[in-house]
């Protein structure tokens, strides 16, 4: 079927109806909704206003007020319900993340398995949220760490992982005993109203099996930058969670700063790979591939840069160049696509002046040009773009959201790793390599400086497990796995004296 026969305003109805969202909530609004697919209109919301959204954050907070009295196991009887659900819902939802976002299937599908996981492993998380007991240096006296809810989680997300990132934060801020109020991206807001519904559905079977949830536990506010900014700048609002552009982050972490809020900032990625003389070529071939091209660059781990050694450079650069230009580029739906669409035309269009800027700085292009406008106009597909450069000059240090490998030689391996860190961002990295001296060296303090450091694996894509995040303008938060939930939670130090004298610490007197 060609791109411009597709109907999938039809598929939409037809999704958000099984779910049991109304038509009011997606017609007949004002943020006009574009699949990337066709380019054509998929939904037109209502949105909130800023009143609506503060009076949504009071009712977060009130919900916080009684959540939080709930022990921590029976919160996590809820997030395991809402894996449930998401296992149940899970083609569908899969499906509406590839016709909003223009993902193919698999990763439409995979996308909602991350959610599925994170629940798993917010369901462990509601039994070990452990604090520590602490030696004491007074008799009769013990002291502890306690770890207790915070109060409203915002949550801000972007267009890229519309649904997961909710997940990651969500499951892990409602086992901790917080309420979220989520402001997604306005261009993935049909998602946001599909994942929704599935928090409701698991709320109500919570309360079929007769546990208490309050009212406004996760909350959804649709609308623009000026919706998160209510969010940013309100003082109920303990923990600002947001995922996007490093510019962005610039506005949103000063903003929270300024009134002592913490914030995690999931930013910018420039993601690079070390491939050495001994690397395994095919697995390499294979990790770049899918790292560099894989939802069409739009990730943000997505490689964007690669050193290649002298001597392996002729070997793999002509092999990646024919996977560039054979690679199947189409409908994210039909089966054997690799790359689907760009977001949009200002996606598009910000490919080509990095294109353009590259090209001015002695870069050698293949590949980079729209292909598929003829079936639908409205519609941004590329063919992913290989570009051979002199060196890590003009665009190369900037992240343009698109598919654009820079490539780049190396002699010395020292050097690799100063080019390496040398860029502003610092999310993902990886090394292929057979050289356990290099593995090491890469993953050590004097390798790669990112928050995410691989060993013969690109750099795109994590599993849940892991804490995951970046450092430098990707912004030093880390969400998901392991002791990240920490920053969804206060810490308190607790000192208690079962003896029958009072003896003061650093053998202070002050007898009266
Ligand atoms: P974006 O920065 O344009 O928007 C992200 C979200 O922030 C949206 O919901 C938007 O409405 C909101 N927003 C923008 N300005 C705001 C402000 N001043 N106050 C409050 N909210 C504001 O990003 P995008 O285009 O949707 O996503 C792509 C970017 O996100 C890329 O840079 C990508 O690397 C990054 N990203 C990072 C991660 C990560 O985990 N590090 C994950 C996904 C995407």
Not at 395 to 419: C, G, H, M, Q
């Amino acid at each position: 079927m060609t791109l411009a026969a597709l109907d999938l305003a039809a598929d939409v109805d037809r999704i958000l109806a099984d779910l049991g969202v109304a038509t009011s909530r997606y017609k007949g609004g004002t943020l006009a909704v574009r699949s990337p697919v066709t380019g054509k209109q998929i939904g037109a919301l209502p949105e909130h206003s800023a009143d609506d959204a503060k009076a949504a954050i009071e009712k977060a907070q009130t919900a916080f007020l009684s959540w939080r009295k709930v022990p921590g196991p029976k919160r996590g009887e809820l997030i395991r319900l809402l894996g449930e659900e998401l296992r149940a819902a899970k083609d569908a939802l899969g499906q509406l993340v590839s016709i909003e976002v223009g993902k193919v299937t698999s990763e439409g599908l995979g996308e909602v398995q991350e959610m599925i996981d994170i629940c798993d492993f917010a369901v462990g998380l509601s039994r070990q949220l452990y604090g520590l007991t602490i030696a004491t240096e007074r008799a009769d006296h013990r002291m502890m760490e306690t770890w207790h809810p915070l109060g409203v989680v915002g949550i801000i997300s972007a267009f890229n992982f519309p649904v997961a990132v909710w997940s990651w934060n969500s499951a892990l801020a409602l086992v901790c005993g917080n309420s979220t109020v989520w402001k997604p991206s306005e261009k993935t807001p049909l998602t946001a109203l599909a994942t929704q519904a599935i928090f409701e559905k698991a709320v109500k079977r919570y309360r079929d099996a007769g546990y208490e949830a309050p009212e406004n536990l996760s909350t959804l506010l649709i609308g623009g930058r000026e919706i998160g900014e209510v969010l940013v700048d309100h003082e109920k609002v303990p923990l600002i969670s947001a995922t996007g552009s490093t510019a962005m982050g610039r506005i949103v972490g000063p903003r929270v700063a300024q009134r002592f809020g913490r914030s995690i900032l999931e930013l910018g990625g420039n993601n690079a790979a070390i491939v050495t003389p001994t690397a395994d070529l095919d697995l390499t071939l294979r990790g770049v591939a899918f790292s560099a091209m894989g939802t069409a660059g739009q990730r943000c781990t997505t490689l964007r840069r690669l050193f290649v050694h002298d001597s392996v450079y002729d070997q793999l650069v002509p092999r990646l160049i024919k996977a560039y230009q054979s690679v199947t580029i189409g409908s994210p739906l039909t089966a054997g696509n690799l790359v689907g669409p760009l977001i949009d035309k200002a996606a598009f269009e910000k490919m080509q002046a990095a294109l353009d800027a590259a090209r001015s700085a002695g870069g050698k292009i293949s590949g980079g040009e729209r292909v598929l406008s003829d079936d639908a106009a409205n519609a941004y597909y590329v063919r992913p773009a290989i570009v051979e450069m002199p060196g890590q000059t003009g665009p190369v240090k900037d992240e343009t959201f698109a598919p654009i490998l820079y490539v780049i030689r190396y002699s010395d391996f020292n050097d690799a790793i100063a080019l390496h860190n040398d860029v502003p961002q610092g999310l993902s990295s990886s090394i292929f390599t057979n050289d356990m001296r290099e593995a090491e060296t890469f993953v050590s303090s004097q390798g790669s400086d990112c928050g995410i450091a691989n060993v013969n694996i690109g750099p795109s894509g994590a599993e849940i497990g892991g804490a995951f995040g970046g450092e430098k303008e990707t912004g030093g938060g880390r969400e998901s796995g392991s002791d990240a939930w920490r920053a969804y939670m206060r810490r308190a130090t607790n000192t208690l004296n079962y003896g029958r004298t009072l003896p003061l610490a650093q053998g202070v007197k002050f007898d009266i």
